[in-house]
């Protein structure tokens, strides 16, 4: 394939984590790896090459959590500017339908576009359903139109109908592997379970840590390593608070449990973390919510359990602390569920939607 000019755009500023960031970030350089010149376009103060600013952002409650995004005329006028001197081939939009950078760039866009999708609501969007007599021109200029799992494109496709193709999340095998550096001050004696994720009431913390002292009733061994969230005011033992860690750290405190939790109590589309931590060579414990079933096979790369549900989260912990046999047979087949959504073998699909995008808008690689 022809080396390809593209603009990936993110609503979400760059100077907070998140999931969306995380995907652009890793799928730009792999495509860069590729031969592809790509610049991501987002909020924040970040600066680089390949890197181009919109201005400082706002944080906006949705989904139960906090977005910082950038929106307004001199937002636009930055975009408009851009776009207009970069020629790009492609612009790779993420939740271009929220009132942000994506959804400008697609205004002013004059090349091909793919859109990706990320989000999901059990519930559905009222915002979503408010706009659509807004938003349905837009969504109607879109080339492609993606999603990054079933989950999303329940939530998408119920307000924009249209053509829409699973380009999942994948995961940077390289740098979430086992066999890597571990938190060496975590690592001696004791049974380590492990938490990665932001402080908000939707990643379902609460639930884990009423589920943890039951465990703990038999398994006193047991740690909890928190990855992303300060110590709270009221907790309970066993509880290592390690706070936001270095990139660079977060796959050695996957490295350092033996089980990683995720009790998200929904509007989760897809598992990233669940990816990493199997990617790692560990077990996951999960909620049974749609995103995560896209990811996790209940019983093969680890267990199930009711959202919200702390005693059936003890039990499936307990259950799997017990089972030495099974949690290295989980292990192994974590690895190669992993595998299967590494960025080597996802990136040709996109390249694929990008050739695709061009051909719809009457260009040809």
């Not at 992303?228 to 033992?237: F, H, L, M, P």
């Not at 414990?285 to 005693?311: C, H, K, M, N, T």
Request: hydrophobic share 45%; proline share 6%; net charge negative.
């Amino acid at each position: 394939m022809n080396r390809m000019n593209i603009g990936m755009v993110s609503p979400y500023s760059w100077d907070f984590p998140g999931g969306v960031n995380r995907h652009v970030e890793q799928l730009a350089d792999h495509l860069r790896g590729r031969g592809h010149r790509v610049r991501v376009i987002a909020p924040g103060g970040h600066s680089g090459e390949g890197f181009f600013s919109v201005g400082g952002s706002f944080a906006v409650s949705a989904n139960q959590s906090k977005a910082n995004i950038a929106f307004g005329p001199g937002v636009a006028a930055r975009i408009r500017r851009l776009l207009r001197q970069e020629c790009f081939d492609v612009l790779h939009l993420h939740e271009p339908l929220i009132p942000s950078a994506s959804l400008l760039a697609l205004f002013f866009s004059r090349c091909a576009t793919l859109a990706t999708f990320h989000a999901a609501r059990e519930g559905g969007s009222t915002g979503y359903r408010l706009a659509q007599p807004i938003l349905r021109p837009l969504a109607g200029r879109i080339d492609v139109k993606a999603v990054v799992s079933p989950a999303a494109r329940e939530l998408i496709s119920r307000y924009f109908q249209g053509d829409y193709r699973v380009l999942p999340n994948g995961v940077d095998t390289a740098l979430f592997a086992p066999g890597g550096p571990v938190l060496e001050e975590w690592t001696g004696g004791g049974f380590n379970l492990v938490f990665v994720g932001r402080d908000e009431p939707r990643k379902g913390l609460e639930v884990l840590l009423r589920a943890l002292p039951l465990v703990r009733e038999s398994h006193p061994e047991v740690r909890l390593l928190v990855v992303g969230v300060e110590e709270y005011a009221s907790t309970c033992e066993g509880v290592a608070w390690l706070g936001r860690l270095a990139d660079d750290l977060v796959p050695a405190a996957y490295r350092s449990a033996k089980i990683m939790i995720s009790p998200a109590l929904g509007m989760e589309s897809f598992g990233i973390v669940l990816l990493e931590a199997m990617a790692s060579g560990v077990p996951v414990v999960a909620s049974d919510i749609p995103g995560y079933r896209a990811v996790l096979e209940d019983g093969v790369q680890g267990r199930l359990f009711p959202p919200g549900d702390y005693r059936a989260l003890a039990r499936a912990l307990s259950g799997l602390i017990e089972d030495d046999a099974g949690r290295e047979a989980m292990a192994e087949s974590a690895l190669a569920r992993a595998a299967m959504f590494s960025w080597e073998n996802l990136v040709e699909d996109v390249e694929a939607a990008y050739g695709d995008a061009m051909s719809i808008h009457g260009r040809d690689l």
